[in-house]
């Protein structure tokens, strides 16, 4: 199965912009579809956006929708999420997932097959 490693979470300050990457390696890349899902502290991990094995497609959580955008290199192995417009109800550990099931499915913990380790968030007001 595919490995995934998350990096690019820090402090930023309200109103600004992060882009988080995920790099995977292993099993084709290309197979999977991939998504990034969110955990703050004392509650549970939720979806946040995913896209599709081609990149053609991506859903996203109506909590992000406007401020946050999915995108994938297959050339590079790489999954992306530019957060703009930052606010301090992002703040959580964002988690890098993929799936080999259709997009569509990728709403829940449950059918992520692969997670990464997460990379940390911190938004302050």
């Known amino acids: 199965q595919v490995q995934l490693v998350e990096s690019g979470g820090g402090l930023v300050q309200a109103g600004g912009s992060l882009r988080l990457s995920c790099a995977a390696s292993?099993?084709?890349?290309?197979?999977?579809?991939m998504g990034w899902f969110r955990q703050a502290p004392g509650k549970e991990r939720e979806f946040v956006a995913a896209?599709?094995?081609?990149?053609?497609?991506?859903n996203y959580a109506d909590s992000v929708k406007g401020r946050f955008t999915i995108s994938r290199d297959n050339a590079k192995n790489t999954v992306y999420l530019q957060i703009d417009t930052l606010k301090p109800e992002d703040t959580a550990t964002y988690y890098c997932?993929?799936?080999?099931?259709?997009?569509?499915?990728?709403?829940?913990?449950?059918?992520?097959?692969?997670w990464g380790q997460g990379t940390l968030v911190t938004v302050s007001s």
């Open positions: 292993g099993r084709t890349f290309s197979d999977y579809s």
């Open positions: 997932a993929a799936t080999l099931r259709s997009i569509v499915t990728m709403t829940t913990v449950r059918t992520v097959e692969v």
């Open positions: 896209i599709s094995r081609s990149g053609g497609s991506a």
